[in-house]
């Protein structure tokens, strides 16, 4: 199947969790909750503090993904706060993700016992795109378990520790981005104003201050808290411009797989949440 294949809801191929069927996928916008059950960041990839650098080149890194035709361009960030780290220049898309579960890089003869051996979510059944867009979109509606997997297999593929940036790291790249206000966010990202209820390709708006697409609207983005627990933050294209700040911060909740028929639950996708996604962030 092509990379721009459709990407689905349902349950694993090697996990524990049984395998089953979404018949129908809904489109949730509700109003969203301020508190929810954080997801256990376990997975060592995405949940170990980085590693102090001693010398740290200032310059973008091109990250090439074997076995796919997907090279990520990654920004250097320096920071006040903690370690420099180099950041995605745009959210993960669906032409790396499907990748990732479609087994493409075995296809290609690209893989290893070790890329082998991550747990990847099925193969689909339904648009888990939800019609939004597929080539040069954002990937949505990934569960944190799913994005751990996610991090796991392309840190083993690239040799590089790829990972889900901290709450403390995402606060630093909205504060740091240049973009202060409202007409600003709307010139540089897209919302409930000029969206059209629908999520765009990437980069097709205007870079921040730190070379980077979307880091406020079209999705929001994950982040994991000191506490291990995940967030989401930045706003995405359902949110009123005006409702998206510095202190727009929505804790996971397992009700973003609500509407998801099966029992149990899939461990991989939100059916219920169409307006997550995540950006990848490296190590030095």
């Known amino acids: 199947m092509s990379a721009t294949g459709v990407a689905m809801l349902t349950g694993c191929q090697t996990g524990s969790v049984g ?6 996928v809904h489109r949730h916008h509700e109003p969203r909750h301020d508190q929810g059950e954080g997801a256990d960041s376990s997975n060592p990839v995405s949940g170990m503090a980085s590693e102090k650098a001693e010398v740290v080149s200032m310059e973008p890194i091109e990250v090439v993904v074997p076995g796919t035709s997907v090279t990520i361009t990654m920004q250097p960030i320096a920071s006040d706060a903690g370690d420099p780290f180099y950041v995605a220049t745009t959210e993960a898309t669906w032409d790396l993700y499907d990748a990732f579960i479609f087994n493409l890089d075995t296809d290609a003869g690209e893989s290893t016992e070790a890329s082998d051996a991550v747990t990847r979510p099925s193969k689909p ?3 888990a795109d939800r019609g939004y867009g597929h080539a040069g979109y954002a990937l949505l ?15 083993v593929k690239t040799g590089r520790r790829i990972r889900v940036p901290t709450e403390a790291e995402m606060r630093h790249l909205l504060e740091s981005s240049g973009i202060d206000d409202a ?3 709307i010139a540089s990202g897209w919302f409930e104003e000029n969206a059209e209820y629908s999520t765009h390709a990437v980069g097709s708006k205007p870079v921040d201050a730190n070379g980077l697409h979307d880091i406020w609207g079209n999705l929001s983005e994950y982040a994991i808290a000191d506490d291990g627990t995940w967030v989401v933050m930045g706003g995405s294209f ?22 998801d028929p ?13 307006w997550v996604g995540v950006r990848l962030v490296c190590d030095p």
């Open 19 to 24: 395998d089953g069927e979404v018949t129908e």
């Open 125 to 127: 059944y339904v648009l």
């Open 141 to 155: 509606s990934a569960s944190p378990a799913a994005v751990e997997r996610f991090v796991e297999w392309l840190s």
């Open 183 to 185: 007409d600003a966010r």
């Open 238 to 259: 359902i949110d009123p411009v005006t409702d998206v700040g510095l202190d727009y911060r929505i804790p996971f909740t397992t009700d973003w797989n609500a509407d």
């Open 262 to 274: 099966q029992i149990p639950k899939s461990p991989w996708w939100l059916a219920s949440n169409d």
